[in-house]
């Protein structure tokens, strides 16, 4: 018997483990995990420079724009080779392209990038959400090195509010509303073995157990 379609969404807090646990959950269930990868696909799909794509991930597009649309849900439009060819909602557009490509080609795991939106209705689909204590981010990033221990708490602040604003701005939905996701699990209540645990546990009582054997 054929098994079912599983595709995978996890957006996630900053320091939270998110990456990490879905690479593992990747690997545990044999799929492919796409991450910043996904921006590779999308300079391919489309010719354009990886650059601007890494200008435009998971950030809001125009400021003022931005406050005129809160309470809208932008159109779900195919990408456009004209003179917005670079603007963020643009790329925005074909990245949800490659997304939608992805899930339609194979099963996997999508980390980010308003993925739970762009596949919404799919079948198959599981919508996670991976947030944490302020302290256990704190000591996650600052074991990583990425900033001066002084500076870790508003970095984790600051992609935080960039991943708020991008998904309110492409979706017209709050990042952390509950209604976005099928499971949200705080990971520093159940660590990185733990929260693995759960979410396999769920995916065996949705029926994808096959996948775990």
């Known amino acids: ?31 492919h995990v796409y991450d910043k990868n996904i921006l590779r696909m999308n300079s ?27 309470s809208l849900t932008p159109e779900k439009k195919a990408p456009s080779f004209g ?6 909602d643009n790329l925005f557009r074909f990245q949800s ?5 992805l899930a339609e080609a194979e099963n996997c795991v999508i980390i980010g990038r308003c993925a739970d939106y ?14 944490a204590d302020m302290d256990a ?3 996650r990033i600052t074991e990583k090195g990425y900033y001066e221990p002084k500076d870790v708490k508003k970095n984790i602040k600051r992609v935080d509010r960039e991943r708020r604003e991008y998904h309110r701005y492409y979706t ?9 996701y099928d499971l949200m699990l705080n990971t520093s209540k159940l660590g990185m073995e733990g929260s693995m ?6 995916l065996s009582l949705r029926g994808f157990g096959d996948y775990l054997k």
Do not use: C, P
């Open 97 to 101: 392209e490659v997304i939608r490509k």
């Open 137 to 139: 981010r704190i000591r």
């Open 83 to 88: 003179s917005d060819l670079i603007s963020a």
């Open 44 to 70: 391919d799909e489309s010719g354009i420079k990886e650059s601007y794509f890494h200008l435009a991930d998971e950030k809001a597009g125009s400021r003022i724009l931005y406050k005129i649309i809160t």
């Open 172 to 180: 017209g939905k709050g990042w952390e509303d509950l209604e976005n």
């Open 118 to 131: 762009v596949l919404d209705g799919m079948d198959g689909l599981v919508k996670l959400f991976l947030y």
């Open 1 to 31: 018997m054929e098994k079912r379609r599983l595709v995978i969404t996890i957006g996630r807090q900053y320091g939270s483990g998110g990456s990490e646990i879905g690479t593992r959950l990747a690997k545990a269930l044999g799929f």
């Open 197 to 202: 645990k759960a979410i396999q546990s769920y």
